[in-house]
């Protein structure tokens, strides 16, 4: 199978600057895409072929990719951006479609 | 826009088939997208389960492969989801969502967007 791993927790004040990446072996071969997942709430995407932000997305999302890493970036953390974050993509083959481990983002 | 809803038993026994439906509003399903469903253990992380398109070809995730089948139904504007054998690790908060699809050299990427609500389905006698 395949795997794709996020760090579990990142904290941030508001105004700052979240980043949460995710490590893949594919990732300089595949595409990444972002959801956010508010408690209690189903996912929304965020970012969509590794940086295109989805139209009502907020500009503060921005998605970046650096050899076997993506990050997502949020610029000027609000408190509703609280949540949980996730990002998908597949192996080299396109067979295992998987999601990241998740990276839970606090407002302190 | 489009809206997504899950329906289906919010509880199964161990052995016997888990079955969902997503209903489309706002949207055709006919139109050139494939339809996806992805579940969520209680607490825990995003798995994909299987994607489908009008003409009901499929693709399945491998590790449940052997025990999911996706239909569709173009007249009712909706799509469906049958998980056979199910067992306690199958309890899952099930969500559907329309799927970006497209093909490279080597594979096929896509993405999820919108979702549904989700609906809590719990494996237990």
């Known amino acids: 199978s395949y795997e794709l791993t996020q760090s579990p927790s990142v904290s941030v004040s508001p105004g700052q600057t979240a980043r949460v990446t995710c490590s893949g072996d594919?990732?300089?071969?595949?595409?990444a895409y972002w959801y956010q997942q508010r408690p209690g709430q189903a996912p929304v995407l965020v970012i969509y072929k590794d940086s295109e932000r989805p139209s009502g997305i907020p500009e503060r999302f921005s998605g970046s990719t650096s050899g076997t890493t993506v990050t997502l970036t949020i610029s000027g953390v609000r408190a509703e951006d609280e949540a949980d974050y996730y990002c998908q993509s597949a192996d080299s083959n396109g067979y295992h479609h998987v999601f990241g481990t998740g990276t839970k983002v606090t407002v302190l | 826009q489009v809206q997504l809803q899950e329906s289906g038993p919010g509880l199964v026994k161990p052995s016997e088939t888990l079955s969902l439906t997503c209903t489309v509003s706002g949207f055709s399903i006919s139109s050139g997208h494939y339809w996806g469903w992805i579940r969520q253990p209680p607490g825990k992380g995003l798995e994909w389960i299987g994607n489908?398109?009008?003409?009901?070809?499929?693709y399945y995730n491998p590790s449940l492969k052997s025990r999911v089948t996706l239909s569709i139904d173009t007249s009712k504007n909706h799509f469906s989801l049958k998980l056979r054998s199910v067992t306690a690790a199958d309890t899952a908060v099930y969500f559907c969502?329309?799927?970006?699809?497209?093909?490279?050299?080597?594979?096929?990427?896509?993405?999820?967007?919108?979702w549904g609500q989700g609906t809590l389905v719990t494996v237990s006698s």
């Open positions: 969502a329309r799927v970006e699809l497209f093909t490279t050299v080597t594979a096929i990427e896509f993405w999820f967007d919108p």
């Open positions: 489908i398109n009008h003409s009901g070809s499929t």
């Open positions: 594919a990732l300089p071969n595949q595409f």
